[in-house]
Every structure is written in C-alpha cells, then in structure tokens.
C-alpha cells in the first residue's frame, strides 16, 4: 500500500515553537508561508521526498455519509453508538494491543517499542483471512486518523473508511497530495485557534529546491515527477484546496515573477466535523472540476523572470499594506475598547 517509507521517518520530538513560528507565517490568502525573502509553500516533492507517500494517482475522493455505524461494525467489529461516525480511541488501540502496553519507569525508548512490536503481533492474526483483514482496517484507519490526518479531539472518525473497504484499492490513492491539503488546512483552521495539529515531522524538516538530486534510494519519485512542479487542486475527500506554486516558485528553485496577491477562490466545502451533514455527498461530482484538474496534473509552474526585483517590490509593497491595516486594526480597537471604559 506503500505506506511503509514513513515508518523509516526516525523519531523526533515536537518543537512547539518551531511549529507555532511557521504557524504565524502562513498567509492563508496564498496558502503559502511568508518568509522576510518572500513567499514560499511545501510541495507534492517535498511530500514524496520526505515522508515517500505516494503523490500520483487516483484523487482521495468519493462518498461521505451521515452515519458510518454499519459500516464500521462490519469492517472493525468495534463498538460504536448507532448514529455516531467516531471511534472510541481507547477501544481502536486495545484492540491492536496498543493501549494496556504503556511505557514503564526506567525503560528506554527502544525497549518501549520492542516490547510494544511482541505486544502488537501476540494480538494481531498472523495468517490470511478475515481476521487479518479485520485488523489491517483498524491500523489503517488508526494511521490515517491518528497520525497522517491528525485533528483535536480524541475519537477517531471513519470518513476514510469507505475508500478502504476493498484492501486492493488502497496503495491506490494519492494519500500524499491528500496529506498535504490537510497540512494547509490545519494551518488555515489554526487562525482560529492557538494550536496546529497535523503532523509535526513534516514542519520540522526542510524544503528545498531539489534541483540535481536524483532518485537514488527513493525509486516511487519515477511516477511521481510528472506531478511535481504544477499547481494543481489537492484532495482529502470533504477537502479540496489549491496549491498555488505561482506564489511561490522559490520553493521550486525558480527566478520569483511578478505576482499579485488577491483572495484566492476557495473551494466551499462542508466542515471536518460533518456537523449538519444529513445527506451522502458524492465528491467526484461535487468537485468535478477540481477533480478534472486534478487528472489533467494541474498547470505547470515557469518563471521567464530574469530577477526578483519586481516581485520583491511587490512583496514589499503587500507586506507594507498589511502592516498598515493591521495597525489601524489595533488602533480601532483601542479606540472601541475606550469608548466601552467610558
């Protein structure tokens, strides 16, 4: 299913201020980070090269439902209220046998997981049949929720799994391009919140003009170069989000043209929390456009500039504006704060 290369990500803790910093520079207008030499967006290379998700291939798309009960009853056998769509995370993990497993006083990191490995393979069925497929179906869906499309909260919700009913399908899927229009929308949802959530090794690694390297050790970026270098309208199910490399094509080891900065057109789609949802979507017809775009590998992405001198003007200019509005801001609510005192 190729899932495998982002298990070979080695360990590293969170960098809360690290995270916090970038989280302040995204420009959700761009849907790309502002930096002092300008803007610039992580890419569907940096998410092959880094993470090795495949990045090609069919969109993650299809049907959500208002209900999941039946569905998860049969695929994970786990018990879940009848008009509810989440799992109980502690019941997901116990049984993977991931809960009762918790890391002793005095064991080390690596003696931790070894002994979480036996735990896991004493639980989980060791031949081919039901079974295992059972519990192939909790992992996935604890991996995709948990971890590749994290959110807050501690339920995990089953709106990915229809796609993975039919096991065969799976390694598929696009699940990278799916990831990174999640990472953009957790940045987006973090305005209004003081958090990001999503996964935190992906922001803690640099991107970079690949310019030169080649695919030695990384043998999917072959199928996934035609897509590398366009702007092109990523999917998440519910999710459709524009990566607008234009904006950006710093990240792309490109000469910045000129570029105006208006609000982007945002694809309206229903909320991550389905609350009101009460009919099932079909997502190949309501982003059919998106999804059209999507197959057709968006527009690539050229620069004919011969310097960034304009663009920095512009940039300048923009940054300049949004200094100035955010000041008036200030002092209008200063203003409206005395005139509440008074």
């Not at 995270?19 to 959700?28: E, G, I």
């Not at 049949?129 to 929720?145: C, K, N, S, T, V």
């Not at 991107?207 to 199928?223: A, F, I, M, N, S």
């Amino acid at each position: 299913m190729e899932f495998w290369e982002i298990f070979r990500i080695e360990r590293m803790r969170v960098d809360s201020a690290l995270t916090q910093a970038l989280w302040s520079r995204w420009d959700a207008e761009a849907m790309a980070f502002v930096f002092p030499w300008g803007h610039m967006i992580p890419s569907l290379e940096d998410v092959s090269r880094i993470t090795g998700l495949r990045v090609y291939g069919k969109p993650v798309s299809g049907f959500t439902y208002p209900c999941y009960h039946d569905l998860a009853e049969r695929l994970l056998e786990l018990p879940i209220e009848r008009r509810s769509s989440l799992v109980p995370r502690v019941a997901l993990q116990a049984s993977l046998g991931l809960y009762e497993a918790g890391k002793s006083a005095g064991e080390s990191e690596d003696e931790y997981l070894e002994r979480l490995v036996r735990v896991s393979r004493r639980e989980l069925a060791s031949e081919p049949g039901a079974e295992a497929d059972m519990d192939l179906h909790r992992f996935l869906i604890l991996l995709l929720r948990r971890l590749l499309f994290a959110t807050r909260g501690d339920a995990v919700h089953c709106h990915f799994l229809p796609l993975l009913e039919d096991l065969s399908e799976v390694g598929g899927y696009a699940w990278g391009a799916a990831f990174l229009a999640h990472q953009f929308d957790s940045l987006d949802a973090s305005e209004r919140q003081n958090s990001t959530s999503g996964f935190f090794p992906f922001l803690q690694v640099v991107w970079q003009p690949y310019l030169g390297e080649g695919d030695e050790g990384q043998p999917w970026l072959v199928q996934a170069r035609p897509y590398f270098g366009r702007s092109v309208w990523l999917h998440a199910l519910n999710l459709a989000l524009p990566l607008h490399l234009y904006h950006s094509q710093r990240s792309l080891g490109l000469r910045q043209s000129v570029v105006e900065f208006p609000v982007c057109d945002r694809f309206r789609r229903l909320g991550r929390s389905f609350q009101g949802l009460h009919d099932t979507t079909d997502w190949h017809e309501r982003a059919k456009e998106q999804i059209d775009n999507w197959e057709r590998r968006g527009k690539a992405v050229k620069s004919d500039a011969t310097t960034d001198d304009a663009y920095l003007q512009a940039y300048a200019f923009e940054v300049d504006v949004a200094g100035e509005i955010a000041s008036l801001r200030a002092l209008l609510y200063s203003v409206v704060q005395n005139r509440e005192v008074a």
